[in-house]
């Protein structure tokens, strides 16, 4: 599983979910250091992870081809399983 930087959050986040998805799948899950949520989608698309950390805004940006960092390239190898939508109201 692609999660961050060693000591980021995110890192901290990934190793509790892949000891809880080890512990309850009885399959291991490894925790993987990365440079963030772009290179997550980018090792899930190569097949070097099949889990990674992202946020919807880099996610959609991928999956569209739209981020600077894809250059048109249109990542849709991944599946969200934790989506998280912030709903802003107008008042």
Do not use: C
């Not at 998805?21 to 997550?40: C, D, K, M, R, W």
């Not at 081809?65 to 190898?77: C, E, I, L």
């Amino acid at each position: 599983m692609g999660t961050a930087s060693p000591g980021g959050l995110y890192y901290v986040y990934g190793e509790a979910v892949a000891k809880l998805l080890t512990e309850s799948l009885n399959i291991a899950v490894n925790p993987l250091p990365s440079q963030g949520p772009v290179h997550n989608i980018k090792l899930v698309e190569s097949g070097v992870a099949q889990l990674g950390l992202t946020t919807m805004g880099v996610a959609l940006q991928g999956w569209n081809g739209t981020g600077d960092w894809a250059s048109g390239q249109h990542y849709r190898k991944m599946r969200a399983l934790f989506p998280s939508m912030t709903r802003h109201s107008n008042s």
